[in-house]
């Protein structure tokens, strides 16, 4: 069975750069498996950030970006903000409507 | 605006079957380039996948929840729903319908969830 890992939590200070990564237990992630990012907030339903790897979804500021880098897909937020805080999730697609979510990543900017 | 509503019990008794009904507004269901999903997520903890059904009935499941789950939809009604069997406290969640876009073509390919209801929360009663 397909797991994707993600770091269950991550601490950045305000306006640094921070990156979260997407991996696989067995293999490595590519653009084909169309990665994507989702920003989730307490009480809300998830957003998208980024999909097809690294493009933005509408509205999302261009701080946020996506890429893949060595064998994980990565989302960066560069000059993080308070209001960043956040549960980020990963999400690779296996084709045919078949998904695999990452464990999610709490983000705390302090 | 797209829209996708969650509906049923909110309150289910372990061991029975637990129903939801997502309806969707502002657009139709009948599109090859979607797939309807639900998704859930326990107290506390991270999203899961359950299961996706395209307007046309195919269905795709997470392999974890073996054969519990099934999956209808109803174009006539543009609403799809989800039935879970045998459900146990573990199952308590907030379950949420999605829109998944897999828009492939030979030259292009877009796949993401695109749209998600508000959630509907779930609780298995001992």
């Known amino acids: 069975q397909t797991v994707v890992t993600q770091e269950p939590s991550f601490s950045v200070s305000p306006g640094e750069t921070v990156t979260l990564t997407c991996g696989l237990t067995s293999g490595s992630v590519s653009t084909s498996s169309y990665p994507s990012w989702y920003r989730q907030t307490p009480g809300q339903a998830p957003r998208t950030l980024i999909y097809n790897t690294n493009l933005r979804s509408s509205g999302v500021p261009d701080r946020f970006s996506g890429s893949i880098l060595g064998n994980k897909a990565a989302l960066t937020i560069t000059g993080a903000q308070a209001d960043d805080e956040s549960d980020f999730y990963c999400?690779?697609?296996?084709?045919?409507?078949?998904?695999?979510f990452g464990g999610g990543t709490k983000l705390t900017v302090l | 605006q797209l829209q996708l509503q969650e509906s049923g019990p909110g309150l289910v008794k372990a061991s029975e079957t637990l129903s939801l009904r997502c309806t969707v507004s502002g657009g139709s269901i009948s599109k090859l380039v979607y797939y309807w999903v639900w998704v859930r997520q326990p107290p506390g903890k991270g999203l899961e996948w359950i299961g996706s059904?395209?307007?046309?009935?195919?269905?795709y499941h997470n392999p974890s929840l073996k054969s519990r789950v099934s999956m209808s939809v109803d174009p006539s009604k543009n609403q799809f729903s989800l039935r879970m069997t045998s459900v146990t406290a573990a199952d308590t969640a907030l379950y949420y319908c999605?829109?998944?876009?897999?828009?492939?073509?030979?030259?292009?390919?877009?796949?993401?969830?695109?749209?998600w209801g508000q959630g509907t929360l779930v609780t298995v009663s001992s």
């Open positions: 059904i395209s307007y046309s009935g195919n269905t």
């Open positions: 999400v690779l697609y296996m084709g045919s409507g078949y998904t695999v």
């Open positions: 999605a829109r998944l876009r897999d828009d492939c073509s030979s030259t292009y390919c877009f796949v993401h969830f695109d749209y």
